[in-house]
């Protein structure tokens, strides 16, 4: 069974840095791109960033190139963001999913970013 | 960007009821679009894919169409557990893009 199990979010100064993280199990991870995407509380989704199985290439919204990181870990089947600093309007759920067309997805994790 | 735009943008129908969305691209995607549904709470599920292909396990009463701009989405015989929000997405080129949504209520 696919699982996709998001970490890491919680309470962040605007201007501060936290790294999410998805664990992937069910599946050979390597073989699958992945992705990154938020909701902003009662908004839509909204596309973050995209790796390929062999981590490049890497792709990023405009909004988040230069501070936010996608990465893999492919030997422990993980899958990470390193958000560097952070806006208000970063708030929201992140999810990890798998596949260009999100075929699954985690359950979530969320960041809040506030003084 | 791609510009994705569903509509409507809510609506309600009874149990029973065709219920049909429609998903219009700024540009042409040829048949790069998924669907999503969303019910509160809960992330979203994967229903739709390469606009007609149904993702495993998800049931035969929800089918995609479309190609080029112009996609659709419909429900055969909506049931009270399909009431949720429902987004289309395309990934012909980056950065990806979702629609706006289409909440779904069951009247």
């Known amino acids: 069974e696919v699982q996709l199990v998001e970490s890491g979010g919680g309470l962040v100064q605007p201007g501060g840095s936290l790294r999410v993280s998805c664990a992937a199990s069910g599946f050979i991870f390597s073989g699958y791109e992945m992705m990154w995407i938020r909701q902003a509380p009662g908004k839509g989704l909204e596309w973050v960033s995209y790796?390929?199985?062999?981590?490049?290439?890497?792709y990023y919204r405009d909004s988040v190139k230069g501070r936010f990181t996608i990465s893999r870990d492919n030997s422990k089947n993980l899958l990470y963001l390193q958000m560097n600093s952070l806006r208000a309007e970063d708030t929201g759920v992140y999810y990890c999913?798998?596949?260009?067309?999100?075929?699954?997805w985690g359950q979530g994790t969320l960041v809040t970013v506030s003084s | 960007d791609i510009q994705m735009t569903q509509s409507p943008s809510s609506l309600s129908a009874s149990v029973g009821d065709r219920v049909t969305i429609t998903c219009r691209a700024s540009q042409g995607i040829v048949n790069y679009l998924a669907w999503f549904q969303q019910k509160p709470g809960r992330a979203p599920k994967s229903l739709i894919y390469?606009?007609?292909s149904l993702q495993s396990g998800v049931p035969s009463k929800f089918s995609g169409s479309g190609s080029g701009t112009d996609f659709t989405l419909t429900i055969s015989s909506l049931q009270p557990e399909d009431s949720a929000t429902y987004y289309c997405?395309?990934?012909?080129?980056?950065?990806?893009?979702f629609g706006g949504g289409t909440k779904v209520e069951i009247k």
């Open positions: 997405q395309q990934y012909y080129s980056y950065p990806l893009t």
């Open positions: 790796i390929a199985g062999s981590s490049s290439p890497i």
């Open positions: 999913a798998r596949g260009l067309h999100g075929g699954y």
């Open positions: 390469a606009a007609s």
